[in-house]
């Protein structure tokens, strides 16, 4: 029952537990035999996917941040354009519609105030089509589409979304892939079989709970971090911060850690901590000299990597090391430590962890 905390304290911490289960409903019916079923999508969907040349996303808060992450996506396994915008960004301003462009819409509650304003705005403007990924079958976002695909996530209580942004990652690879193929991509079976790993390196993750839980006492008097991540990990990087500054109500901005020496680098000090997510990808080597900038400053360094990272813990380096996973796949499951360390953070300081004050689940009106 998803009205039931169950053995948990809270839905939050519930609801991140549930990813593994998540993860799994999210695939089912939606795969044969190594691909990716168009039908899912909705009737009419291949005839509309056959034409689509470019991509423009709309969504806010954290279904915004999982857009970031399928802009990186679709750029890279399409090999086509993707735009993405704040839905109150763009509902206001003038935008330019290029043809063959499918307009996605992505949000967990499919009433999100600006999301749907953005999504009639436009409907007058030539796009080619509109899919909504979303949670919630039968809400306006989904009877306003002419395509959709639900993320199946089950109802999500706590105000800090957590299943239901990593169940929107899912299907937006699931619509990268649907739009590759078109475009002479033939990973697709490889990709798929790496999503169905996912169930099981999501357990993985989990299992790290105590070591993140005792990360989390280093935040807790602290009133800033920053949440360092390049590539697709830098949305990722955005999504812990923002998870962290909803519910723990500490201050904490990410950037692209090569933007490090374009400012944020002057906040560092022993007072800031600094989370850097450093799966090990191309972009690592990189990384890690930002990290030396970090040490050193004196800033304490927190840093989620996997056994590739060949760095050692000590007094400035707090490591978590995470299973090696396939680079695509990276965002999904780098997404959780930051999730889990929100949370502990959140309940050392004692503050109302599902219901945090000012902010709520759904924001209707604008
Ligand atoms: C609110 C919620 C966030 C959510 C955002 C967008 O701010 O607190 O968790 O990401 O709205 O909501 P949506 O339902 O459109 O995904």
Not at 32 to 40: D, F, I, R, S, T
Not at 62 to 67: E, F, H
Not at 162 to 176: D, E, G
Request: one cysteine or more; hydrophobic letters at 45%.
């Amino acid at each position: 029952d998803a009205a039931d905390k169950g053995l948990y304290r809270h839905y939050m911490l519930k609801e991140i537990y549930e990813q593994p289960d998540v993860i799994a409903r999210v695939l089912e019916g939606r795969i044969h035999q190594g691909h990716v079923l168009e039908q899912v999508f909705g009737s009419g969907a291949s005839e509309l996917f056959d034409q689509v040349k470019m991509v423009q996303i709309v969504a806010c808060g954290t279904s915004y941040n999982a857009g970031v992450v399928a802009r990186y996506w679709i750029e890279k396994l399409v090999g086509i354009p993707c735009m993405v915008e704040v839905a109150s960004e763009f509902r206001y301003r003038k935008t330019v519609c290029m043809p063959g462009t499918l307009f996605i819409t992505i949000s967990q509650s499919g009433e999100t105030a600006d999301t749907l304003s953005a999504l009639r705005e436009a409907k007058e403007q030539s796009y080619l089509g509109f899919l909504s990924i979303c949670n919630v079958a039968g809400s306006s976002l989904v009877r306003e589409s002419d395509l959709a695909i639900m993320t199946n996530a089950g109802p999500e209580i706590g105000v800090a979304s957590t299943k239901a942004f990593t169940s929107q990652l899912v299907v937006l690879m699931l619509t990268t892939l649907v739009l590759a193929r078109r475009y002479g991509f033939d990973d697709e079976q490889e990709i798929v079989a790496q999503l169905e790993q996912l169930i099981g390196l999501t357990e993985q993750v989990l299992a790290l709970d105590p070591q993140i839980q005792k990360m989390a006492e280093h935040f807790v008097d602290k009133h800033h971090a920053l949440f360092l991540g390049r590539g697709t990990i830098y949305p990722v990087a955005v999504e812990g911060a923002l998870k962290l500054k909803e519910i723990s109500y500490i201050h904490a901005e990410a950037y692209p850690a090569g933007e490090l020496k374009h400012g944020p680098l002057a906040l560092v000090d022993e007072d800031m901590p600094v989370v850097a997510i450093a799966p090990n990808n191309s972009l690592l080597e990189k990384l890690q000299a930002n990290l030396e900038e970090v040490r050193a400053r004196g800033g304490k360094l927190f840093l989620f990597a996997d056994s590739k990272a060949q760095v050692k813990p000590g007094n400035d380096l707090e490591l978590i090391t995470l299973p090696d996973v396939p680079t695509v796949m990276a965002p999904i499951i780098y997404s959780i430590p930051l999730q889990l360390l929100a949370y502990y953070v959140a309940c050392l300081k004692g503050t109302d962890v599902d219901q945090p004050r000012n902010l709520a689940k759904s924001v209707t009106v604008e």
